[in-house]
């Protein structure tokens, strides 16, 4: 039986780093964010079936906002790849403050590969909160203080997909996948926190 390797592998051609998702999704993987992601995001972004269910898009969301939607979400991998070497990314022993891939992308028949959307986990922006500005502040302050690995940090985790793939169990598969190899082994998350707001 064959098994896929879902550790952090790097692209031989262009280095960039992935996650393999396993299975039935093996055509799946994870990166860190492109600049040329924008492209995809500004029809995603205007669908419904998506901005409705988010908390930070504009709406109609342009290709301003796309590009910035994308610098930003790249700046969180990038700061994790510029935090640690390529070797402390690869060893299994060494805690990771953040993911270096958050990006869902397809592989097709050709080989190209299609932006599908995000998946991304970190610190808690304390949602919960949002309509007590001043406990909302406090509370994201003593989140953001805690030290790498205590157990009482708390994160959320906010995925959309390109609406052609919901329903699919991609989420599902893409998060299991993620948790199993980076969030739980690496990052030590242990409090993942989810609401109503
Ligand atoms: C939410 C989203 C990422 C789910 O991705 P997906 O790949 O379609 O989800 P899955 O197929 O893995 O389904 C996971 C579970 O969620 C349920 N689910 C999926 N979309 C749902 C929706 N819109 N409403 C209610 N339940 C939903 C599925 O029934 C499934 O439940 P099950 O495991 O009990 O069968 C995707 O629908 C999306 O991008 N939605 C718009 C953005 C959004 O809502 N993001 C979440 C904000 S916190």
Redo the contacts with the bound molecule.
């Keep these: 039986m064959s098994t896929t390797n879902t550790a952090l592998q790097y692209d031989p051609i262009t280095n960039e780093p992935f996650i393999r998702v396993p299975h039935r999704h093996a055509n799946l993987i994870v990166t860190p964010p492109r600049p040329s992601d924008y492209i995809p995001l500004i029809d995603i972004m205007n669908d419904p079936?998506?901005y409705s269910?988010?908390y930070a898009p504009s709406h109609p969301f342009l290709e301003s906002d796309a590009i910035e939607w994308i610098q930003s979400s790249k700046q969180e991998c990038d700061k994790v790849l510029s935090n640690y070497s390529k070797h402390e990314l690869l060893n299994p022993e060494i805690p990771i403050d953040g993911s270096p891939v958050n990006t869902i992308r397809e592989i097709l028949a050709d080989g190209t590969q299609k932006f599908v959307?995000e998946i991304s986990l970190k610190r808690s922006r304390c949602l919960v909160h949002l309509h007590q500005p001043d406990i909302m502040k406090q509370k994201l302050q003593e989140n953001n203080d805690r030290s790498l690995g205590d157990p009482d940090i708390l994160h959320d985790v906010?995925?959309?997909?390109a609406p052609s793939?919901?329903?699919?169990?991609?989420?599902?598969?893409v998060l299991r996948t993620l948790t199993a190899c980076w969030y739980l082994p690496r990052m030590k998350i242990r409090n993942v926190e989810a609401g109503i707001f």
């Design positions: 079936t998506v269910y988010l959307g906010s995925p959309y997909l793939h919901h329903g699919r169990g991609i989420a599902s598969a």
